[in-house]
C-alpha cells in the first residue's frame, strides 16, 4: 500500500517531463534564504524608519545601513553554520549507529551542508536588506523616507514568498502571506519596543 502511494506521489512529480526529483532536498537550503532575506528586509527597514537609529540624516542612515548589513550577514552566517553543523553531527552519529548495529535497509540520513546554508543566509540578507536602503537612498524628508521603506519591505516580502514557493513548487498564496504576515509583526513588535523604551527607558 505504502509502495503504491509513493509511487502514485512520484508519477505526479514526474509530470510530463517523465523525470523525477525530490523538491524536499531543496528545503533546507530554501528556509535559510527566506529567514535571511526576510531578516535583512526587517533591519533596513526599521533602520529607514528611524526605530533602529536616533541619526535622521540620508547620507549618515545609509551609511549606517551598509555597515549594520555586513554585520548583520556575517553574524547570521555564522550562526547558521554553527547550528547546522550540529545538525550534521547527528545525522552522521545517527548514520555510524544503523552502520554498526547492522540495521539492514536502514536509509541513511542525507547531512546538509553548513557551508552552502551559511552562504545561502547571508546573501539573502544583504539582498533583503538593499532593497529598502537603495529605495529611501535619494529621500530626505522622514516621514516620506518611512513610507516608501515601508511599501519597499512589504513588496520585497511578496516577491521572497514567491520565489521561495515557485523554487520548492509550494502553494505560492501561503507562502506570500506567510512572509509577509511575519515580517509585518517582527517590525510591528520593534518597532513597539522602540516607542515603551522612550517612553518608560532612562
Not at 547570521?76 to 535497509?105: C, H, P
Request: glycine share 10%; net charge positive; charged share 20%.
Amino acid at each position: 500500500m505504502k509502495e503504491r502511494d509513493f509511487d502514485a506521489g512520484r508519477q505526479l512529480q514526474e509530470g510530463e517531463s517523465g523525470k523525477y526529483f525530490d523538491y524536499s532536498q531543496k528545503a533546507q537550503w530554501l528556509r535559510a534564504v527566506v529567514l535571511g532575506g526576510n531578516e535583512g528586509l526587517v533591519s533596513a527597514t526599521l533602520l529607514m524608519m528611524g526605530a533602529g537609529t536616533h541619526v535622521h540624516e540620508t547620507k549618515k542612515v545609509i551609511i549606517t545601513g551598509f555597515l549594520g548589513l555586513l554585520a548583520g550577514a556575517l553574524s547570521l552566517a555564522t550562526a547558521e553554520f554553527v547550528s547546522v553543523y550540529a545538525q550534521v553531527d547527528i545525522v552522521k552519529a545517527q548514520n555510524d549507529r544503523d552502520q554498526r548495529e547492522g540495521r539492514v535497509g536502514a536509509k541513511t540520513a542525507a547531512a546538509p551542508s553548513p557551508t552552502q546554508i551559511a552562504v545561502a543566509a547571508s546573501v539573502a540578507y544583504l539582498v533583503g536588506g538593499i532593497l529598502p536602503l537603495l529605495a529611501a537612498f535619494a529621500i530626505k524628508d522622514q516621514k516620506i523616507r518611512v513610507i516608501v521603506a515601508a511599501a519597499t519591505a512589504c513588496f520585497s516580502m511578496l516577491v521572497l514568498g514567491n520565489v521561495a514557493a515557485v523554487l520548492g513548487k509550494a502553494s505560492v498564496a501561503r507562502s506570500c502571506a506567510r512572509v509577509l504576515v511575519g515580517g509585518s509583526i517582527e517590525i510591528a513588535v520593534m518597532i513597539g519596543r522602540r516607542k515603551v523604551l522612550e517612553v518608560y527607558g532612562s
